[in-house]
Each structure stands twice: as C-alpha cells, then as structure tokens.
C-alpha cells in the first residue's frame, strides 16, 4: 500500500475515518512544508470521464450495501468468504505504565461508534441496521489473549482471514478485532465471564522458529526497544463493509481515540457517546454513467469471456500443487489439502532501506509501486521456472498484475481529483466500499529485459489500467440499471468468476505516506501517543474469483514500510510461497545496489 502512482491514479488508491483527527506531530518531528499547490478545476466533461455528475436517481436504498459489497456477501454458505485483515505492533507512552482490558474494549467500542458500518448489523436484504444507540450498548466479537512470539501474532491473523463470519447472527456486527495484551493485563480477566469479550490464554500459541520463512520474518522486524508498555491487535472485516483502505481508516480512529490520558483515567464513561447512526453513502448511488461510456469497456469484456486467455499467458494451472510438493505423510498437511487455506507472510523493512527504494526509483524514473509490481512478477517467473508441472512447457512469457484502487472521488464533497489534501478530503473520512482494481492481464517479463525498464512501462500502465477500472464500475452500474442485462450477467457470473481466478500472477494493495496520531517507537518519552512499530494489511485469498497467487500489501507509515504477502495453499506450496518471499526480498535489495542494466533473470537469482 505505498502511493506513488500518477497525481490522478495515487488519488485512487484507498481511504481513512469518521473520526475527528488531530495529526498536529510532536515538535521534535516537525519540518518544514512544502507549500501545497491550489486545487485545480475541472471542466464538465472532464468530471463526467470521471463519473462525477450531479443528480443521480439513486437504485438502492441509502442504508443498501453497494452492488459489489451484496456480490461479497451473497458468497455461498460453505465457501470462503472475502475477508481483509490487519495486524499491528505497538507500544505505550511511559506515561502509561498498565494497560485495563476492560478499557481497551471500552475505547474499542467506543472507536466502532464512530462507523456505522462497524456498528451494525447486516440484514438478509442486504440492508444496515444499527445495534446499538450508545457506545456501551454495543456488543462486538472481541478475544482477549496473551502477548508472546511474533508467530502467535500471524496465526491469529491467518486464522481469522479463514474464518467465515456467521451471517444469520445479526446480532453482532461483521467484524472482529483480537487484543494481545501483557500477563499481567490478561491475568486481570482471564476467568472473567462477560458478553463484552472473551478471554483465552493459549490462543494459536506457538513459539518462533529459528530457522526457514519463520527466522527471515524476525530478522526483517524492529524489536521491542523495552520503552512503554509492549501490545498488539488483530481485525478482520467482511469485505461487504468496506474496501482496503477502510482497515487504515478504522486504525486511524482507534489512534485517535486510544489516548494516554483515557487509559490512565480512573474511570471512564462510553454510556454518553452516541453511535453513528447514519449509513455511508452508496457507491452506486454516486455514478449514473452515458451509455456511450460503458460501450466500448462493454466489448472489451464481453470479447476477453467469449475469447477467453491465449497460452503464453501466467495462469494458476502452471504452478505447482500442493499435492506434488507437501510431504502429505503429516496428517495438518493432509488436512491442507482438501481445504484450501489463506497463509500470510509478515516481515517489514527499514526507514533506511525504503529510502534508498525510493532514491532508486526516482534515478531510473519509475516509482516504488511500479518496481514493487515488476519485482514481483519477476519473482513469480523465478519462483515457478524449474517445478516439475511446467516440466514440458516453456515459462509463459506473460504475466498480469492487479492494482487496488480506490472511487472516493465520487463522494459529495471530494476534491481528490482537483488536488485537494488527501487527509482532510471529506471522502477520506468515510468507512466504506469504495475500491476498485486497476489490471493489466498480459505484462511481457521475460528473462532478458532490464527490470527497471519492466518497471517503467509498469508505470505508465497504471494509470490507463485506472481508467479501465472506473469504466467497468460503470458498466456494472448501467447494467444493474437495466434488469434484462443485469441478469444475463448474474447467470453467468460463476463461469466468469472461474476465467479470472488465478489469472494474475500478483494484486498489490498498495498504502503509502499517510499520517496517523502515533509516534515512532524511538520517539520522545514526552510524546503522548502511542508508538506504532508494525501496520500490515492483507486479504483473504482463498474465496472463489481470488485473482492473483500472490497478494502483497504494502504500507508505509512514516518512513518504515511493513510488508504482507499471502496465498492460497491450494495453488502454492508453502516451498514455493517461501522461495517467492525470499525472492522477492532479494530483487529489491538488488535493485537498490544496481548499476545499469538489471535483468529479469539476474534479479531472480537467490
């Protein structure tokens, strides 16, 4: 999740909070600002391209999930559903020397509050409906555990994103957030009987490898520095209540409200705050597109389905099977195989590291998107060159990338595609569905071309694959307006769901240089916030329709950049997902140090 696409693409690419943010730093971190450029207007027809227009007839009701958020949640009962997931490290300020769990639940709720996505419940309609009136009143699906190894922190993250939510409880909003606190916390509540949370000691408790995927995660991680009081948390959210960006907007709201003068106050109230009782604005209820403009995105798509993708193109048939590569005499394993799971990979790099990326980048004019998407179809091309099932097939010579974007722009208000501040912009202050996929099928990477050159075109190719993206946004739009096409589409989706699973060889869900109310772990002792270590973002990558084979979220927060990279262990060994990691990993450390020409091949060499 790093930005550093064109001005009108990077504006897409996904948002924050209904909270009310005070991102003033603290005065130790203060540097000059460059001075921000006026918004610039667009003409009528410039904001119609864009699918801007003013009264649109609205097609659902304002409290309806959006037509692709009610496609997530109609998801077959016994299928994986879609599910986006986060995880963090992070300390205390020394001015709070013990953390409540009772009062981390209390600012949990209270953080809820302030979205009504997530303080509702999701009716068989697909309709919203609020739980609660007051922050107290809410009941929210909250475990408590204990704080140990960084392997404890990815099984529970891997867990939860394979998790369905049971969506007959409507009692309970369609997310879930895991608390891992201090012994001395946990042992305040450990035999504690309450509806507000539920209290379990050895949750995924596992002890941190020396060796393999598990030691380069810990080498790639800042330690606990010993300052402030050490935690972490996990959240999950059905991805029918919002797009990617929403697990950073929720994050910034807890930041927000997680203060160190209500964690140290001796009592503290929720019962007076009241809940958002107001629905996001419905995506399809922004757009109202020209049938001139859904025509020729029309015949793009119905000639890719009728055509379907020729052979030289990267496809999940290629790679290896979980049944030629696990050793299936470990019962867990034989377990794997008949239940595709969602793995994910969490490790991170340095303020250091990420400069010299991006220093890189700029020398060779692309950007650290684009070079993040290059290295990872080179790697995938490395990772899958020598398995035995492409033993009597030459590597495919194209690959294809998906790019998560973001149609916030269409909010009431937003002047994200004028220039306007992407922190302050009232479209970044809404949970929500808003995303979309920027895509490109057929990338040619092979062995001889120079990496960077790879990146380049990459570059110039996000923003028409942007435009690709909103375009057929407004052709679900339009079709959805006319119920006879709108069927023939629904009949069929199931075998356009099969074209496209496994068709791109990485997604990249890319958030980079945004602010949140934390300080760095290295920080001041006098800075109140609290000091944020990891933030990794990740999606659930097993549900049918799943387009890439690996997923790669990135953000960077600050100067850090943390990294998750998830698969289905239904198309990738965990062999290969590790020699993809480790790859990947190395062909960006030799881009940093590259002179001149850096071939796909050499890139790829471990």
Not at 351 to 370: H, I, M, P, Q
Request: glycine share 6%; hydrophobic share 35%; net charge neutral.
């Amino acid at each position: 999740m790093e930005s550093e696409t064109s001005d009108a693409a990077s504006a897409h690419i996904e948002p924050l909070s209904a909270s009310q943010t005070d991102t003033t730093p603290h005065p130790s971190e203060t540097k000059p600002q460059k001075q921000k450029q006026k918004p610039k207007k667009l003409s009528s027809f410039q904001k119609t391209l864009l699918g801007i227009r003013k009264n649109v007839s609205p097609i659902l009701p304002n409290n309806s999930l959006s037509v692709v958020e009610q496609f997530f949640y109609r998801f077959p009962p016994d299928s994986p559903q879609v599910i986006i997931g986060g995880a963090m490290r992070l300390s205390c300020p020394p001015s709070v020397t013990h953390i409540s769990v009772r009062r981390l639940v209390d600012l949990m709720k209270e953080t809820a509050a302030q979205h009504h996505r997530l303080s509702c419940s999701v009716q068989k309609d697909a309709t919203t409906k609020p739980l609660a009136q007051t922050a107290d009143q809410l009941k929210l699906n909250i475990t408590v555990t204990t704080q140990t190894t960084h392997k404890k922190l990815k099984n529970i993250l891997n867990e939860n994103l394979n998790q369905n939510f049971d969506l007959n409880d409507t009692s309970k909003p369609l997310w879930r957030c895991v608390l891992l606190v201090p012994e001395d916390s946990f042992a305040e509540v450990e035999h504690e009987v309450t509806d507000d949370f539920v209290a379990i000691r050895d949750y995924f408790e596992e002890e941190d490898g020396k060796s393999g995927i598990d030691s380069f995660e810990l080498s790639n991680l800042k330690p606990h520095n010993g300052k402030g009081i050490f935690w972490e948390f996990v959240l999950s959210f059905h991805h029918c209540l919002g797009d990617g960006l929403s697990v950073y907007t929720f994050s910034k709201t807890i930041f927000d409200t997680v203060t160190d003068d209500k964690l140290t106050a001796s009592e503290y109230d929720i019962s007076n705050i009241p809940v958002n009782q107001d629905p996001p604005p419905v995506l399809d209820n922004l757009m109202k597109p020209f049938f001139w403009q859904v025509v020729p995105v029309g015949f793009s798509v119905l000639s890719r389905y009728l055509r379907g993708y020729d052979s030289s193109r990267f496809k999940g048939s290629y790679v290896s099977t979980p049944e030629k590569t696990f050793d299936t005499s470990d019962s867990e394993q034989t377990i794997s195989l008949t239940k595709p799971q969602t793995k994910a990979l969490l490790f991170s790099y340095s303020e250091d590291f990420v400069g010299k990326l991006r220093d890189k980048c700029r020398s060779e004019k692309t950007n650290v998107t684009a070079l993040m998407v290059a290295a990872g179809l080179a790697a995938v091309r490395s990772t899958f060159k020598d398995v035995e099932t492409t033993a009597h097939h030459d590597i495919p010579s194209h690959h294809g990338f998906v790019l998560t974007t973001s149609f916030r722009h269409l909010i009431p208000g937003s002047k994200l595609v004028e220039g306007g501040d992407k922190q302050s912009d009232p479209a970044m202050q809404i949970f929500g569905g808003y995303g979309g996929a920027a895509m490109n099928a057929s990338i040619k990477v092979e062995d001889s071309q120079d990496l960077f050159e790879r990146a380049r075109k990459i570059k110039k190719n996000i923003f028409a694959s942007f435009r690709s993206s909103l375009s057929r946004a407004m052709l679900v739009n339009y079709t959805y307006r006319h119920e006879a096409m709108w069927r023939f589409i629904t009949e069929r989706n199931s075998l356009v769901q099969a074209k496209v699973q496994r068709n791109f060889s990485v997604e990249l869900a890319n958030l980079g240089v945004w602010n949140m109310h934390t300080a760095s772990p290295d920080g001041p002792e006098d800075d109140p916030r609290l000091r944020l270590y990891n933030f990794w973002g990740t999606v659930n990558c097993s549900f049918q329709g799943a387009r890439g084979l690996f997923t790669i979220g990135t953000v960077t927060l600050g100067k850090d950049m943390s990294l998750a990279i998830a698969y289905d262990t239904g198309a990738v060994s965990e062999a290969d997902a590790e020699r993809f990691v480790r790859t990947f990993d190395s062909i960006l450390k030799k881009a940093i140090s590259a002179e001149g020409k850096l071939t796909v091949m050499e890139a790829g060499k471990v």
